[in-house]
T-cell receptor, first 113, second 114 residues
């Protein structure tokens, strides 16, 4: 069984300040974890993924995430928000051996000037 | 054309209509997916095709009928839909359909059922 919880439905930050989007997962074994971003009227785009290699994963546009097995977390961070980061962000888990992803409900990132 | 394309981008249909959504991927992938994205709900995987064979039908009502004639094209045939089927329907593709792969998404078809 697998599940994912995005702890915040909305996160609001000022441009130039750090971003933290939280994700906790549950997986029976060997999870793969992904963060996707969806801009308005667009499809989802992969930001980064963890598939049992390095626990600190760097993605596109300055985003990174750290896989913490002891905390069952995969939080997404960025040191300095940009206006173009405003979008919906989805955390996704796939348990080893499965091809069925489970998506979180999404976190809407709002960036103020 | 690059990536994953979907047509139409918007569709309004009555409950007695029959319509089809089309997805095409230009990435040389072997797996394709249909997802439903409703407001306030997580993305729901509907169907998975790998090498043109359906490998997953995630308890989807029979009023949704997928078709995958080749590895580049995926259709979703719609008939006698309900208003609660109104949603954004997303198509995606991946290299092999092996779960841990990156999926590449199209822009979606926004469907309104009246």
């Amino acid at each position: 069984a697998q599940s994912v919880t995005q702890l915040d439905s909305h996160v609001s930050v000022s441009e130039g300040t750090p971003v933290l989007l939280r994700c906790n997962y549950s997986s029976s074994y060997s999870p793969s974890l992904f963060w996707y971003v969806q801009h308005p009227n667009k499809g989802l785009q992969l930001l980064l993924k963890y598939t049992s290699a390095a626990t600190l994963v760097k993605g596109i546009n300055g985003f990174e995430a750290e896989f913490k097995k002891s905390e069952t977390s995969f939080h997404l961070t960025k040191p300095s928000a940009h206006m173009s980061d405003a979008a919906e962000y989805f955390c996704v888990v796939i348990t080893g051996g499965s091809y069925i992803p489970t998506f979180g409900r999404g976190t809407s990132l709002i960036v103020h000037p | 054309e690059t990536g994953v394309t979907q047509t139409p981008r918007h569709l309004v249909m009555g409950m007695t209509n029959k319509k089809s959504l089309k997805c095409e991927q230009h990435l040389g992938h072997n797996a394709m997916y249909w997802y439903k994205q409703s407001a306030k709900k997580p993305l729901e995987l509907m169907f998975v095709y790998s090498l043109e064979e359906r490998v997953e039908n995630n308890s989807v009502p029979s009023r949704f009928s997928p078709e995958c004639p080749n590895s580049s094209h995926l259709f979703l045939h719609l008939h006698t839909l309900q208003p609660e089927d109104s949603a954004l329907y997303l198509c995606a593709s991946s290299q092999e359909g092996l779960g841990r792969e990156t999926q590449y998404f199209g822009p979606g078809t926004r469907l309104l059922v009246l």
